[in-house]
């Protein structure tokens, strides 16, 4: 029985609507962005980046909403990475290389206390959930351009079978960021196992190159696959930061 001790909650917020866009990536491109301590995690042979847009709502930092920082869209570029415990076992993470948000002082934070790759972006969004179906659309502006992501799919969740791509993507519950090349920040991110909805038709411009950086690029132009989570209340505890021996 892991009898580890919890560490203090940082931030609690929802989050909803997460369009995944998924992306097979040679490992190499990865490779020099992995923490230390951690390695890549694959999925029946592949490696995996996925740009996620969605909405953070109802944002507690320590117990306190801020003031016009509660709700806001992400954008962000993210892959997987896993890392053993003393005890053996395999903590499942993720990885961000960009995150995008309209809020500065939440980039600010972020960078400061975790180092994240935070950066501001102005964002627009637009969510139609109907008996019907359900559409969602992110729009942010980076680089003098607008860049959109959008899915249309199914109106019901249904949940995600073991094994799957979906449930590879959804169901990492690690925060892994670089501090430097010797230590890495971990954190832990709780949410209840998540549902998703299939989707019947996805979309996205953006300018890969200048937003992510051209080694990104080419991997960027077909996904293998996008779906939408159904999201949950989240909590982030506070970090621990790992050396390598």
């Known amino acids: 029985m892991n009898m580890e001790k919890k560490r203090p909650v940082f931030l609690r917020a929802a989050w909803h609507y997460l369009i995944m866009a998924n992306y097979v990536i040679d490992p190499d491109v990865l490779q020099p962005l992995v923490p230390a301590c951690t390695e890549l995690d694959f999925h029946q042979g592949k490696t995996y980046v996925s740009i996620v847009g969605f909405r953070f ?50 980039a600010l934070l972020a960078n400061t206390l975790y180092r994240e790759q935070y950066a501001y972006a102005p964002m627009r969004y637009n969510i139609l959930h109907t008996g019907e179906e359900l559409r969602v659309y992110y729009r942010w502006k980076k680089y003098q351009s607008w860049h959109h992501l959008y899915a249309r799919a199914h109106a019901n969740p249904q949940p995600m079978e073991e094994g799957s791509t979906e449930e590879f ?42 937003l992510y950086g051209r080694s990104f690029e ?23 930061k790992l050396r390598k021996q």
């Open 218 to 240: 080419p991997y960027l132009r077909q996904a293998e696959s996008a779906f939408v989570l159904h999201g949950s209340d989240v909590l982030i505890r506070q970090g621990n």
């Open 169 to 210: 993507i959804a169901e990492h519950y690690w925060g892994y960021n670089r501090y430097s090349d010797r230590y890495t920040m971990e954190y832990a991110v709780e949410h209840p196992r998540w549902q998703y909805y299939p989707v019947r038709d996805f979309g996205i411009k953006a300018d890969f190159a200048k």
């Open 57 to 106: 709502l109802n944002t507690r930092v320590l117990g306190v909403p801020f003031p016009f920082h509660k709700n806001f869209t992400e954008v962000n570029l993210r892959f997987y990475v896993r890392r053993q415990t003393e005890g053996g076992n395999w903590r499942r993470g993720t990885v961000f290389v960009s995150e995008l948000v309209p809020k500065p002082a939440v």
